[in-house]
């Protein structure tokens, strides 16, 4: 792709040009020329729409299934819902200011850590690509798991003698492994975004249809917190990290990258899409899963269902198939890195060369996840870990720094405040909610059993 300048790239319809200030970004000329866009997958090819309809269905994976428990029952209703609404709103901020970024003079950035290399250098550029991977990876793992458990329970429901969980993970890994081989790029995934958002509305129907049924049954519903007093602390700070995984992604340029110009409005409108009718859903689905169960739903929601026996095999079966689909965008920008560094450019993704690298680097990808999710199944403690330790960076602490140094110099003061605000808020919360997710693991690990049935 050629380089653009603000108006070509679509910065200039309402919204304002970025550029470094004077005096704060040496070498300019020779920074920008690191950063030329090159890439294996498709940039600048997407509707607003396409990428809407991504996220929500993305955003509503079977990884809702597991909410309730995660955010609900550590906080209870009045703190649960407080924090629901209050990262929500800042969740849908920070992401809007980050879509705003993607333009820095006259340069488009597609990939996080090339933003943050640009405005701070290679040590920024490092750090970001190690969170936004562990972030990827850490999320694939936990939708290998997902599925894994919607398979087992699929063959419970047909089955005396259930196979053990790590069985379905080894199925799910390779079923995850040949849609990723297929359909290579995120922009390929459009076929199919028709197909998730069907089985998506499909699964969520069903389980309210259900989870009212059982609600309006469960006379003996108790929503009290359990646990000594530190549990609860600790289980609070999990509870704000999984709260933070269902809102944000920490790939946010990334996808923009797939959008036509201009780039910025696009994919504002797509973030709202999100954060309407996306959030409406997987939130009403951890709320309701709540108030059926209360402080005893469980992990993964379907294990409480009381039926239909069909009803419990559909959930699960369009769950597992829908999730196909959507970790699919959740784990792109590691495909497009290991794409970009290995496949021909000069061909296309298609070519004999390419098809046996790609299988080569696919099969490494899902092979490494498949095996750790195999030998460590703790749902929540992917979700709880991820959120903690990568997302409150990349979500709420980077975009403020590059908005300061971008725009330092002509910010007014409470403009600068509020983002000092963030950056060190943000990362005291970081710091706290990784302690709590350390925490977790470790207790786990000392209790599961690595031989028993799971």
Not at 274 to 301: D, M, P, R
């Amino acid at each position: 792709m050629d380089q653009a300048g603000p108006t070509e790239f679509g910065v200039g319809n309402g919204v304002e040009a970025l550029s470094l200030e004077s005096g704060q970004a040496p070498a300019e000329s020779q920074k920008q020329q690191e950063y030329v866009i090159t890439s294996a997958h498709a940039v600048d090819k997407d509707s607003w729409q396409q990428v809407g309809l991504m996220l929500v269905t993305g955003f509503n994976c079977a990884y809702v299934f597991s909410f309730s428990n995660l955010m609900l029952v550590p906080l209870g209703w009045a703190w649960g819902l407080t924090c629901l609404a209050v990262i929500g709103a800042f969740a849908c901020y920070a992401n809007w200011l980050l879509s705003g970024l993607h333009v820095i003079d006259g340069h488009r950035f597609i990939r996080y850590r090339d933003l943050m290399g640009f405005v701070f250098g290679r040590r920024m550029y490092y750090l970001t690509w190690f969170l936004q991977f562990m972030t990827l990876l850490l999320g694939n793992m936990g939708f290998i798991l997902l599925g894994g458990r919607a398979l087992k329970e699929i063959n419970s429901e047909f089955s005396n003698s259930p196979l053990r969980l790590q069985v379905f993970i080894l199925a799910t890994g390779v079923v995850y492994f040949i849609f990723a081989y297929l359909v290579p790029t995120m922009s390929a995934m459009r076929n199919w975004l028709a197909t998730s958002a069907v089985l998506t509305v499909t699964y969520v129907v069903v389980l309210v249809a259900i989870l009212v049924k059982d609600g309006k049954a469960n006379k003996t519903k108790d929503y009290n917190i359990h646990g000594s007093e530190v549990e609860k602390v600790f289980n609070a700070f999990g509870a704000i990290a999984a709260i933070l995984v269902c809102n944000t992604s920490g790939l946010l340029p990334e996808i923009q990258s797939t959008l036509r110009k201009p780039v910025v409005a696009n994919m504002r409108k797509a973030l709202m899409m999100q954060y309407t009718v996306g959030l409406a859903v997987y939130y009403g689905i951890s709320i309701a899963g709540y108030w059926a169960y209360g402080s005893s739903v469980s992990e993964y929601l379907p294990y409480q269902l009381s039926g239909p026996r069909w009803g419990n095999v559909l959930i699960n079966s369009t769950a597992f198939l829908q999730s196909v689909v959507s970790q699919h965008m959740f784990c792109a920008p590691i495909h497009e890195a290991l794409d970009t560094k290995f496949q021909k450019l000069d061909e296309g993704m298609f070519s004999k060369a390419n098809l046996g690298r790609r299988f080569a680097l696919r099969a490494l990808v899902f092979g490494l996840n498949t095996f750790v999710t195999a030998l460590f199944p703790f749902m929540g403690d992917f979700v709880n870990l991820f959120g903690s330790f990568t997302l409150f960076p990349l979500t709420f602490v980077f975009p403020s720094m590059v908005f300061i140094k971008v725009r330092g110099k002509t910010a007014g003061r409470e403009e600068k405040a509020w983002h000092w605000a963030n950056i060190i808020f943000f990362s005291l919360m970081s710091i706290v909610t990784t302690a709590a997710a350390v925490r977790l693991i470790i207790q786990n690990t000392r209790i599961y059993h690595f031989f028993a049935d799971t």
